[in-house]
C-alpha cells in the first residue's frame, strides 16, 4: 500500500502531518539554511535533468513538453524506487523551490509516483 505523496513549497511553514521531507529540485533553494529545511532526504538525483531545467525554465508555454519529457527520464531512474520504498514506508512530501505550484517537477514526479505505484 503507497501512502499519501503530497507536494510543497520549501518555504512554506512544516506542518505535523507531512511524514517524509524529500527535497526533489537538483539546486538548493535559496535563501533556506539546511536546519530550517528540515530535510529527511535530498534526492538530487530524481530531479530533471539540468539540460531539461534549464530549457524548461518555468516558461507555461513548455510545460507539457517538459512533463513529457521528464516522465521519459523519470522512467529510467534509479532514485525513483527509493522515492516508492519511502512511500510504502510512510507520507512523503516532495519540496520544491518553484514559485508556481502547478507547473514544476514534484507535481510530476507525485503523479508519476501515484500512477506507477501499486
Known amino acids: 500500500m503507497t501512502h499519501t505523496i503530497e507536494t510543497k513549497r520549501i518555504y512554506d511553514p512544516i506542518s505535523a502531518d507531512e511524514g517524509l521531507r524529500v527535497l526533489v529540485d537538483r539546486l538548493w533553494p535559496r535563501g533556506v539554511s539546511k ?14 535533468s539540468t539540460e531539461l531545467r534549464t530549457w524548461f525554465a518555468h516558461r507555461l508555454d513548455r510545460w507539457d513538453e517538459f512533463r513529457e519529457r521528464y516522465l521519459l527520464e523519470l522512467q529510467k531512474s534509479v532514485a525513483v524506487e527509493e522515492l516508492r520504498t519511502l512511500a510504502h514506508a510512510g507520507p512523503v512530501t516532495l519540496l520544491y523551490g518553484a514559485r508556481d505550484r502547478s507547473h514544476n517537477e514534484a507535481v510530476v514526479l507525485a503523479a508519476f509516483l501515484r500512477d506507477s505505484t501499486p
Open 35 to 48: 536546519s530550517k529545511a528540515a530535510l529527511d532526504l535530498w534526492l538530487k538525483d530524481v530531479a530533471p
